[in-house]
């Protein structure tokens, strides 16, 4: 009896210790597990819904509000209108329709009424070159996950997207469409669409949600964490994709799986949702950057041209806009995937073209592959904490990234020398750690023919008429539109707006316009740069500029401040001709 009864008592602690260990196992690995969670996502994810339901089962989940669901997308589906803007043509509407139209336009920066009337799977117009169309593609082309966030985008554009890539990707590479709700807030992007998803799409759409704002770097991250394709294919949620865009994107990774690529980026009209291909089939222009840190569209180099040999070919572009972009996911994580601590919005496109250049990488615009794309004017939505993180974003690349060029950066953005960016520490090791190129490589390997303002130029700064103290000014002109040159009291110090060269290509000029003049007037205008005779300019050693069309010289005199300069015959006597720079090369 004595020796059962030490047996239970050994027995009964043996359970008790193993259930001690066993709690602690646990507890470890689930606290592993969260940490690891947190480790990946700790900005975003305080938990997120994950929609991969059969039919069935969504009825069940929403056994109570299947009828209510059923007439809202009911309605949706009454107001569409067949055959509405079929192949892509242009909707116009008028008289009230028109002044409605207009109203929510301001709200929703696109005619939302209109989208609404178009039906989802709406067919249109094939913008490829003719020799695209003959294209054959190997039969073992990789994967293609695509990612696509949104918040608060509405319902119809989103809905045309995700039918788009249904019915224009082939099955066999089409792995999933994962859609990332940043936060949204606008009730047809809850239950409706959650339901809709589960009863409508095929099993391989998947819904997350994320329950704070995060910001379209942050939310993608989140995609591609749950991506399991090949490749990448990140979309924005107002987009048609064209006929066979993803295989030329899938076949050129498949070729060298450091090359990222984007397809041609053709415009939806935000009013008539007319689909006009870019450039037509035969042209296109590619990624450039402005020194203000923005993105901006350039012609295809004549040098690029060349090199390519025919105009369906892979084309070298600088950079990307950032929307629409192919990568294979693994190399995606190995490069560096985004700047973790960038936030919401802005900077991020300019940041990874850099750094896929830079660190050994080729970025292609790929013209056989082509995806319109709503352009908004504005943004309909907000931004948390009213930052300006398109330029924190911006100066964290630019400190990162471009060496003693940040000098040009830093002249139009000075607000932003001093501010604080965050901890760039890893994001220099990443650059460090992949060996990558420094940004003067970059400039004369990549982008050869950037306008490089205090390099290419004889003279350059503010252009000081010293009689009266004022100088040439852009007078806050937008620039992409033909401008005329101004002139405005020099600032104390050297500002953008004042900042011109004159080129080693005999140009009086700024990043992308040259001065020229309007031979009826004899007013000085500023023009996108062309390389004519009608923008070469002399400078001589009085300080004269010499108009070399008709031998006049710039001239002030009679101009008032935020008045167009003109041009008259020269005389060395003159005051008001005399101009001197900043900075002498």
């Not at 470890?28 to 991969?52: H, R």
């Not at 696109?110 to 070159?129: Q, T």
């Not at 890539?165 to 809850?190: C, G, H, Q, Y």
């Not at 076949?251 to 041609?264: H, L, Q, W």
Request: aromatic residues 12%; glycine residues 6%.
């Amino acid at each position: 009896m004595i020796y059962h009864g030490i047996y239970r008592r050994k027995f009964i602690n043996k359970i008790i210790i193993l259930c001690m260990l066993s709690f602690l196992i646990g507890y470890g690995v689930v606290f592993w597990f969260t940490q690891s969670s947190n480790i990946q996502d700790s900005a975003i994810e305080t938990g997120y819904f994950y929609s991969n339901k059969d039919s069935r089962s969504a009825k069940k989940n929403f056994s109570s509000k299947i009828e209510v669901l059923e007439a809202l997308i009911a309605e949706d589906e009454k107001a569409i209108v067949p055959n509405l803007g079929e192949n892509g043509r242009a909707v116009r509407i008028f008289g009230e329709e028109l002044k409605q139209a207009e109203e929510i336009i301001k709200k929703e920066a696109f005619n939302l009424p209109l989208s609404n009337k178009i039906p989802y799977d709406r067919k249109i117009i094939d913008a490829r070159h003719p020799r695209c169309l003959t294209k054959k593609y190997p039969s073992d082309l990789p994967s293609a996950s695509i990612v696509i966030i949104f918040t608060n985008e509405r319902w119809s554009p989103l809905i045309r997207t995700i039918y788009s890539v249904i019915n224009r990707t082939p099955a066999n590479i089409l792995k999933e469409i994962i859609l990332v709700d940043d936060a949204s807030t606008l009730d047809e992007l809850k239950d409706k669409l959650e339901y809709y998803i589960s009863t409508r799409l095929p099993k391989f759409v998947k819904l997350y949600r994320l329950t704070e704002r995060s910001g379209l770097i942050k939310a993608r991250l989140h995609g591609a964490r749950q991506a399991t394709g090949d490749v990448l294919i990140f979309l924005d949620a107002h987009c048609e994709v064209g006929i066979k865009w993803a295989e030329p994107l899938l076949a050129r990774i498949k070729e060298d799986r450091r090359n990222v690529v984007v397809p041609i980026i053709d415009v939806i009209d935000d009013k008539t949702f007319e689909y006009q291909n870019n450039g037509g089939t035969y042209d296109f222009e590619v990624g450039g950057f402005t020194w203000s840190g923005h993105f901006t569209w350039i012609a295809v180099s004549d040098e690029e041209k060349t090199r390519r040999k025919t105009a369906e070919a892979p084309t070298r572009s600088p950079t990307m806009a950032g929307g629409l972009f192919a990568i294979d996911r693994k190399y995606f994580w190995e490069i560096g995937s985004y700047d973790e601590d960038m936030e919401i919005w802005g900077g991020e496109n300019l940041e990874m073209s850099f750094r896929v250049w830079q660190c050994g990488g080729v970025l292609e615009t790929i013209p056989c592959s082509r995806v319109g794309h709503i352009f908004r004017t504005f943004h309909p939505y907000t931004f948390p904490g009213n930052k300006d993180t398109h330029g924190i974003n911006t100066a964290r690349t630019v400190k990162v990234w471009m060496d003693e060029y940040q000098r040009l950066f830093y002249n139009h953005r000075p607000d932003l020398k001093d501010i604080d960016i965050g901890d760039i520490s890893k994001r220099i090791e990443l650059r460090k750690s992949l060996n990558c190129k420094p940004f003067s490589w970059y400039l004369k390997n990549v982008y050869k023919n950037k306008f490089i303002p205090d390099e290419h130029a004889e003279a350059y700064g503010r252009v000081r008429n010293e009689v009266t103290n004022n100088c040439l000014d852009n007078l806050q002109q937008d620039e992409d539109e033909k401008i005329n040159l101004g002139l405005y009291p020099c600032h104390e110090k050297l500002y953008d707006s004042q900042f011109f060269s004159f080129s080693l290509n005999s140009e009086l000029r700024r990043e992308f316009s040259c001065a020229e003049v309007l031979p009826h007037t004899h007013e000085v205008i500023m023009q996108k740069c062309n390389n004519s005779p009608w923008q070469k300019w002399q400078r001589t050693n009085s300080g004269a500029l010499v108009f070399l069309m008709t031998g006049e010289c710039l001239d002030s005199a009679g101009v008032k401040i935020s008045g167009t300069l003109h041009v008259a015959a020269c005389d060395k006597f003159k005051p008001t001709q005399k101009w001197t720079w900043d900075n002498y090369s």
